[in-house]
């Protein structure tokens, strides 16, 4: 696997630090900044990136509560995530390969769970394009586009728990290995 032996390659402590600090800086400007100014002009409400899963009718919801500026936030908030998605996939993927090749550099079955980030990455973009259009298109909402996109939603959510949970604790056994 050629991209493997290119993640090893790249996949140092500071590569890994500098992932984490674009990961934060980028999750201050979409959490702590816009979030909280779509939260205040929705009345509350959470944006859809931030829900496990959504119908229609809470898309529908969110949009008439943002107003028109709200929906525009949203849209600047769409293109701030366009970045963390490759951050996050990358910077996981690359904590995975770390603690995989401390553990054992032949454990090539243990390679597989390097691609959990990835898939999330691109679970995440198929959301925040789906949206975008939903967005572009209000109000004439459709239910099949905000359906799949509930469910990239949701997909995503889930393998970057996945993806956490194996980091964790493949990095619980680096730390017992040292011992």
């Not at 949203?74 to 998605?85: L, N």
């Not at 909402?141 to 469910?151: Q, T």
């Amino acid at each position: 696997m050629q991209w493997t032996k290119r993640l090893t390659g790249i996949s140092t402590g500071r590569n890994i630090l500098v992932g984490l600090l674009v990961i934060l800086v980028l999750g201050i400007i979409m959490m702590a900044i816009i979030q909280p100014q779509m939260m205040a002009l929705s009345g509350g409400l959470s944006i859809l990136d931030a829900r496990l899963f959504y119908t229609t009718q809470d898309v529908n919801q969110l949009f008439a509560a943002l107003g028109d500026a709200g929906r525009l936030l949203y849209t600047y908030h769409q293109i701030a995530d366009s970045f963390f998605p490759a951050a996050y996939g990358i910077t996981l993927a690359l904590a995975l390969v770390n603690s995989i090749n401390r553990i054992s550099p032949q454990a090539s079955h243990l390679r597989l769970i390097v691609i959990l980030p990835f898939l999330a990455a691109l679970s995440d973009y198929a959301e925040n394009s789906l949206i975008a259009t939903q967005l572009a298109s209000y109000p004439a909402l459709s239910g099949g586009v905000i359906m799949v996109s509930a469910v990239m939603t949701l997909a995503k959510w889930v393998l970057i728990i996945v993806a956490l949970g194996a980091a964790v604790v493949l990095g619980l056994v680096v730390i017992r290995r040292r011992k």
